[in-house]
């Protein structure tokens, strides 16, 4: 099993900036990809950025040039850097960690709030 806990989000005024993190725990060295997800009121829940353990990244066109993934593999953490915030931004951001095995994880969300 893997366990991920989410942190950092808050309310933050449009062209704001947070970060958030990801601490996994469990069994670590199964994981490959890594990502974080978001789900608004109403709306499907849809992957915003995702990293592979070798470090490549993709991103949805929505926070292309505003948001970066990072991963520290030493530390068992993943980052989510977001700038230039805007109110569609606002949902609940998850974490996601698929293991070699192909077994998906995710954390509790964070809710990250975008508004004046």
């Known amino acids: 099993q893997v366990q991920l806990v989410e942190s950092g989000g808050g309310l933050v005024q449009p062209g704001g900036s947070l970060r958030l993190s990801c601490a996994a725990s469990g069994r670590v060295f199964s994981i490959g990809l890594m990502g974080w997800y978001r789900q608004a009121p109403g709306k499907q829940r849809e992957l915003v950025a995702g990293?592979?353990?070798?470090?490549?990244?993709n991103y949805a066109d929505s926070v292309k040039g505003r948001f970066t993934i990072s991963r520290d593999n030493a530390k068992n953490m993943v980052y989510l850097q977001m700038n230039s915030l805007k109110p569609e931004d606002t949902a609940v951001y998850f974490c996601?960690?698929?293991?070699?095995?192909?077994?998906?994880?995710w954390g509790q969300g964070t809710q990250v709030t975008v508004s004046s």
């Open positions: 996601k960690a698929t293991s070699i095995e192909a077994k998906n994880y």
């Open positions: 990293i592979t353990s070798g470090g490549s990244t």
